[in-house]
């Protein structure tokens, strides 16, 4: 297991002498919020920073996976360039990602600005959201160095190796998860399909812009941090996945909210192209599926027990998510505006 940032005083130097911020004037502290990586405070005798340590997973060994990073930060400052208000980490010569001992970190500037829990979240907030990926999917920039995205899904017999082995370690829901296989088969299926169909349409976006990937400032703005999922994406795609989000997909959807976040986005200078929304809803499943496979592999995590809590978690909420979206998917992928 990597040391947590707090036990590497001299990663913390080297950090703020290669990115020149100053000398370290507070304790270290974590900072909580995402479910992947972790991320620490640090004050300095100049300004204060929030330093994102890559989790254990990454391979940093991987040429292609260090200028992913590098190029969805690049990805960041470019729509800062446009407008878009986002952070982006510090950078050293090219490279925003910095590499100590085979651990990653990204360093950006604090920011006093928080995301919203789910229940604070208003119409106000996800309506902000669609005008700014309208603003986003017109700006349609170009960012050298971006390679084709990868096609997240698990093969069928490592969906059915997971299911197994979650019951095999007595995981909380194996028996639920072993009543779906056949559906997550049938959703890992059509989702090789829609990836196709909505390659035809493609153009660089956050590709993650859920409510833990936004924070707000005193003035109610939307401030986009969290670039590692940016990527070439059908923006059809894009605002149909934030506007299930944002309309409570993960708790109670709120239907009539999901289509003014559509009409938001729609009244922004968004297009909403028809032929593409089926292949998004597809598309958006095989997501939702690609995350509860990788959190059940953290839900039987024999070594880290943070990682085995998270996991254990979102397998819950990730697997209600999925059937509810398969129970509206009819009606929200055929356009039409009366789903219960
Ligand atoms: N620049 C910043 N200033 C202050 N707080 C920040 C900053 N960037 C991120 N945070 C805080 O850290 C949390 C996690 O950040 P982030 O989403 O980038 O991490 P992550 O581990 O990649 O998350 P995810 O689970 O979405 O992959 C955010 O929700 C926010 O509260
Ligand atoms: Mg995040």
């Known amino acids: 297991m990597i040391k947590p940032l707090s036990e590497h005083p001299d990663h913390i130097q080297y950090l703020c002498s290669l990115l020149d911020i100053g000398t370290q004037s507070r304790q270290l502290s974590r900072v909580y919020g995402g479910f992947h990586h972790k991320m620490w405070r640090l004050d300095t005798d100049r300004s204060t920073y929030a330093i994102k340590q890559l989790s254990e997973d990454t391979d940093l060994s991987n040429s292609d996976i260090i200028s992913h990073y590098n190029v969805t930060e690049a990805i960041a400052e470019t729509f800062v360039s446009h407008g878009i208000s986002a952070i982006f980490a510090l950078k050293r010569n090219t490279n925003y990602l910095q590499i100590i001992e085979n651990t990653g970190y990204l360093v950006y500037p604090w920011s006093n600005a928080v995301a919203l829990d789910e229940n604070r979240i208003s119409k106000k907030h996800a309506l902000k959201i669609a005008s700014v990926l309208a603003m986003m999917h017109q700006a349609n920039i170009v960012v050298p160095g971006l390679k084709e995205s990868q096609l997240d899904i698990h093969p069928e017999e490592k969906i059915i190796a997971l299911v197994q082995r979650a019951s095999e370690c007595n995981a909380r829901s194996a028996k639920a998860l072993y009543e779906e296989l056949q559906s997550f088969l049938s959703i890992a299926d059509s989702y090789k399909a829609a990836v196709k169909i909505l390659e035809k349409h493609v153009l660089i976006s956050h590709g993650d812009l859920d409510q833990k990937n936004v924070l707000w400032d005193a003035t109610d703005n939307p401030i986009l941090i969290d670039w590692e999922s940016a990527r070439k994406l059908n923006p059809t795609y894009e605002i149909v996945l934030e506007a299930t989000d944002w309309s409570g997909i993960t708790s109670k959807f709120d239907h009539s909210l999901y289509e003014k976040i559509i009409s938001?986005?729609?009244?922004?200078?968004?297009?909403?192209?028809?032929?593409?929304?089926?292949?998004?809803?597809?598309?958006?499943?095989?997501?939702?599926?690609?995350?509860?496979?990788?959190?059940?592999?953290?839900?039987?995590?024999?070594?880290?027990?943070?990682?085995?809590?998270?996991?254990?978690?979102?397998?819950?909420?990730?697997?209600?998510?999925?059937?509810?979206?398969?129970?509206?998917?009819?009606k929200l992928a055929s356009g039409s505006t009366s789903v219960c």
């Open 264 to 330: 938001a986005y729609k009244q922004a200078g968004g297009v909403i192209e028809s032929d593409f929304l089926h292949a998004s809803f597809d598309c958006i499943l095989g997501d939702w599926l690609y995350w509860l496979m990788y959190n059940i592999a953290r839900s039987v995590d024999l070594e880290d027990a943070e990682q085995r809590s998270i996991g254990t978690k979102q397998v819950d909420l990730v697997l209600s998510t999925i059937l509810r979206l398969k129970h509206l998917l009819p």
